[in-house]
C-alpha cells in the first residue's frame, strides 16, 4: 500500500488549475481531494514526486509560453471593447457661396459611427471564449508535464533500485567465491569455480556502470523538464511496492479530460461567433454635427444675419449586400460539426488508451506476484545449495544458475512496478 500519493500527484495538479476556471470545477476539485485524502490514509509518502510536479510548472518554459499566449488573449477582451475611430473634418470655401442670412465662409463636421445594440459585448463574449481556450491549453500542457515528470521519475526509481539489487547480487558472489575458496583449499571445488564466480561478479559490475550512465541521462532529461541544471542530483524514493487494491476509475471521468473539454471551448467560440457575426450583419447608427460659420450681409439688416449654421446629423449604414454574413453563419455551422467529429475521434482514442493503459497495469500486477513465487522458490533453492555445502556436495554451476535466475526476477519485479505506476500516471492523465 505504500506510495499510493504517487499517483494521485497528477490528480490534485490538473484539478487545482480548472478551479480557476470552470463552473464545474470547483465541485471536482472537492471530491478529488476526497478522494484523495482516502488514498493518503492507507498510502505512503509521495511528496517528492508532487513538489517536483509543482517545480516543474513553475519553471518550465513551456508552461510559461502557454500562460503568455493566456495573458494575450485576454488582452484581446480590451481590445474589442471599442468603438470606430470618430471622425472630425473641416473644409474652407475658397469661393463663399451666398446664403440669404450671409456667406459661408467654412463647415467643420464631427461623426462618429455606433455599432448595433449589443455587439460590442458579442465581441468581448468571443475574445473572453477565445481566451478560455488558450486557458485549456495550459491545463494540457500541465498535465502533459506532471505526466512526463512521474514517467521519468519512475524510470529514475527502476535504474537505481536495479542498481541495489546489482550490488546485492554482487555481495552474494562474493560470499559464494569465499565459499568456493574454501572448497578449493580442501579439494571440494576446481580454481575454474573462483575464476567463474570472479567472471560473473565483472559482468554485474559492468552493468551497474552502465545502468549509472543511463541514470546520468535519465537525470538530466528529468532536470530539463524542471528547467534546472542537468548535474542536480534527483531525490528518488528507496522502495515502491504495488498496492494489495486498486483505485477504482471510472470511464465517466474521460467527460473531464482537459483535452474534451477543449473542443467544449472551441464549440462554445464558434457560438460566440455566430453571435457577433450576427450583430455585425445589423446596420450600424452614426451621429455626427455640420458646423458652418457665416458672415454677415453688410447691405441688409435683419435678425438672423449672419447666423451661424449648426446642423445635427444621423446616418444609418445598411448592409444590403449581406452575403459574407451568410457565408460566416454557414462556415461556423460546419465549424461546430468539424469540431464535434474531432472530439468524437479523440473521445475514442482516450478510451482506448485508457483501456490499454488499465490492461498494462494489471498486467504489472501478475507478472509482479509471478515473479515473487519464482524469486521465492529460488531463494529455497539458494538455500538447499547452501545446506549441500555443510556435506561437501555444493555445485557452483547450480550456484550461479541460480544466482542468475534470482538477478532476472529480482529485475522484472522492478519493472513490473515501475510499469504499475506508469500506467497509473497515465490512468490519472486520462481520467482525473
Given at each position: 500500500?505504500k506510495?499510493?500519493?504517487?499517483?494521485i500527484?497528477?490528480?490534485?495538479?490538473?484539478?487545482?488549475?480548472y478551479?480557476?476556471?470552470?463552473?464545474?470545477?470547483?465541485?471536482?476539485?472537492?471530491?478529488?481531494?476526497?478522494?484523495?485524502?482516502?488514498?493518503i490514509?492507507i498510502?505512503?509518502?509521495?511528496?517528492?514526486?508532487?513538489s517536483?510536479?509543482q517545480?516543474?510548472?513553475?519553471?518550465?518554459?513551456?508552461?510559461?509560453a502557454y500562460?503568455?499566449?493566456?495573458?494575450?488573449?485576454?488582452?484581446?477582451?480590451?481590445?474589442?471593447?471599442t468603438?470606430?475611430?470618430?471622425t472630425?473634418s473641416?473644409g474652407?470655401?475658397?469661393?463663399?457661396?451666398?446664403?440669404?442670412?450671409?456667406?459661408?465662409?467654412?463647415?467643420f463636421?464631427?461623426?462618429?459611427m455606433?455599432?448595433?445594440f449589443?455587439?460590442?459585448?458579442?465581441?468581448?463574449?468571443y475574445?473572453?471564449?477565445?481566451?478560455?481556450?488558450e486557458?485549456?491549453?495550459i491545463a494540457i500542457?500541465?498535465?502533459?508535464l506532471?505526466l512526463?515528470?512521474?514517467?521519468?521519475?519512475?524510470?529514475?526509481?527502476?535504474?537505481?533500485?536495479?542498481?541495489?539489487?546489482?550490488?546485492?547480487?554482487?555481495q552474494?558472489?562474493?560470499?559464494?567465491?569465499?565459499?568456493a575458496?574454501?572448497s578449493?583449499?580442501?579439494?571440494?571445488?576446481?580454481?575454474?569455480?573462483v575464476?567463474?564466480?570472479?567472471?560473473?561478479q565483472?559482468?554485474?559490475?559492468?552493468?551497474?556502470?552502465?545502468?549509472?550512465?543511463?541514470?546520468?541521462?535519465?537525470?538530466?532529461?528529468?532536470n530539463?523538464?524542471?528547467?534546472?541544471?542537468?548535474?542536480?542530483?534527483?531525490?528518488v524514493?528507496?522502495?515502491?511496492?504495488?498496492?494489495t487494491?486498486?483505485?477504482?476509475y471510472s470511464e465517466?471521468g474521460?467527460a473531464?479530460?482537459p483535452?474534451?473539454?477543449?473542443?467544449d471551448?472551441?464549440y462554445?467560440?464558434?457560438?460566440?461567433?455566430e453571435?457577433?457575426?450576427?450583430?455585425?450583419?445589423?446596420?450600424?447608427i452614426?451621429?455626427?454635427?455640420d458646423?458652418?460659420?457665416?458672415?454677415?450681409?453688410?447691405?441688409?439688416t435683419?435678425s438672423?444675419?449672419?447666423?451661424?449654421?449648426?446642423m445635427?446629423?444621423?446616418?444609418?449604414?445598411i448592409?444590403?449586400?449581406n452575403?459574407?454574413?451568410?457565408?460566416?453563419s454557414?462556415?461556423?455551422?460546419?465549424?461546430?460539426?468539424?469540431?464535434?467529429?474531432q472530439?468524437?475521434?479523440r473521445?475514442?482514442?482516450?478510451?482506448?488508451?485508457f483501456?490499454?493503459?488499465?490492461s498494462?497495469r494489471n498486467?504489472?500486477?501478475?507478472?509482479?506476484?509471478t515473479?515473487?513465487k519464482?524469486?521465492?522458490?529460488a531463494?529455497?533453492a539458494?538455500e538447499?545449495?547452501i545446506?549441500?555445502y555443510e556435506?561437501?556436495t555444493?555445485d557452483?554451476?547450480?550456484v550461479?544458475?541460480?544466482?542468475?535466475?534470482?538477478l532476472k526476477f529480482?529485475?522484472?519485479?522492478i519493472?513490473?512496478?515501475?510499469?504499475?505506476?506508469?500506467?497509473?500516471?497515465?490512468?490519472?492523465?486520462?481520467?482525473n
Amino acid at each position: 500500500m505504500k506510495n499510493i500519493k504517487i499517483i494521485i500527484g497528477l490528480l490534485l495538479v490538473s484539478a487545482e488549475v480548472y478551479a480557476e476556471r470552470t463552473r464545474s470545477a470547483k465541485a471536482l476539485l472537492n471530491a478529488l481531494l476526497i478522494l484523495s485524502i482516502g488514498l493518503i490514509s492507507i498510502g505512503g509518502q509521495a511528496q517528492q514526486l508532487q513538489s517536483y510536479i509543482q517545480e516543474a510548472e513553475r519553471n518550465n518554459p513551456e508552461i510559461q509560453a502557454y500562460e503568455l499566449r493566456y495573458n494575450i488573449a485576454e488582452k484581446k477582451v480590451n481590445e474589442v471593447n471599442t468603438l470606430p475611430n470618430t471622425t472630425v473634418s473641416a473644409g474652407y470655401f475658397v469661393s463663399e457661396p451666398e446664403t440669404r442670412t450671409g456667406a459661408q465662409r467654412a463647415r467643420f463636421s464631427i461623426s462618429q459611427m455606433l455599432p448595433w445594440f449589443g455587439t460590442i459585448t458579442a465581441r468581448e463574449n468571443y475574445a473572453g471564449s477565445m481566451a478560455e481556450t488558450e486557458f485549456v491549453e495550459i491545463a494540457i500542457a500541465k498535465r502533459k508535464l506532471a505526466l512526463s515528470v512521474a514517467q521519468s521519475y519512475y524510470q529514475l526509481y527502476s535504474i537505481r533500485a536495479k542498481q541495489d539489487v546489482l550490488d546485492e547480487n554482487v555481495q552474494l558472489l562474493q560470499t559464494y567465491q569465499r565459499l568456493a575458496l574454501t572448497s578449493v583449499e580442501v579439494g571440494k571445488a576446481s580454481a575454474v569455480d573462483v575464476l567463474r564466480l570472479q567472471i560473473r561478479q565483472n559482468e554485474l559490475q559492468q552493468q551497474k556502470e552502465v545502468l549509472q550512465e543511463d541514470y546520468l541521462a535519465e537525470q538530466a532529461s528529468f532536470n530539463n523538464l524542471l528547467n534546472r541544471k542537468e548535474s542536480i542530483a534527483v531525490a528518488v524514493v528507496p522502495e515502491i511496492t504495488i498496492p494489495t487494491e486498486d483505485p477504482m476509475y471510472s470511464e465517466e471521468g474521460l467527460a473531464l479530460n482537459p483535452e474534451l473539454l477543449k473542443y467544449d471551448r472551441l464549440y462554445e467560440s464558434i457560438e460566440q461567433s455566430e453571435l457577433l457575426n450576427q450583430k455585425e450583419s445589423a446596420p450600424n447608427i452614426g451621429f455626427g454635427l455640420d458646423y458652418v460659420p457665416v458672415s454677415e450681409r453688410p447691405d441688409m439688416t435683419f435678425s438672423d444675419n449672419g447666423k451661424d449654421i449648426v446642423m445635427p446629423m444621423v446616418s444609418l449604414s445598411i448592409p444590403i449586400f449581406n452575403n459574407r454574413y451568410s457565408s460566416i453563419s454557414k462556415q461556423n455551422e460546419l465549424k461546430q460539426l468539424e469540431i464535434e467529429s474531432q472530439k468524437n475521434d479523440r473521445l475514442n482514442t482516450l478510451e482506448t488508451a485508457f483501456a490499454k493503459a488499465t490492461s498494462q497495469r494489471n498486467q504489472a500486477r501478475i507478472k509482479f506476484n509471478t515473479q515473487q513465487k519464482n524469486l521465492n522458490q529460488a531463494k529455497d533453492a539458494e538455500e538447499i545449495l547452501i545446506k549441500n555445502y555443510e556435506t561437501g556436495t555444493i555445485d557452483f554451476n547450480d550456484v550461479l544458475d541460480i544466482q542468475e535466475l534470482q538477478l532476472k526476477f529480482q529485475v522484472n519485479q522492478i519493472e513490473s512496478v515501475q510499469l504499475y505506476y506508469v500506467q497509473s500516471a497515465i490512468i490519472n492523465y486520462l481520467i482525473n
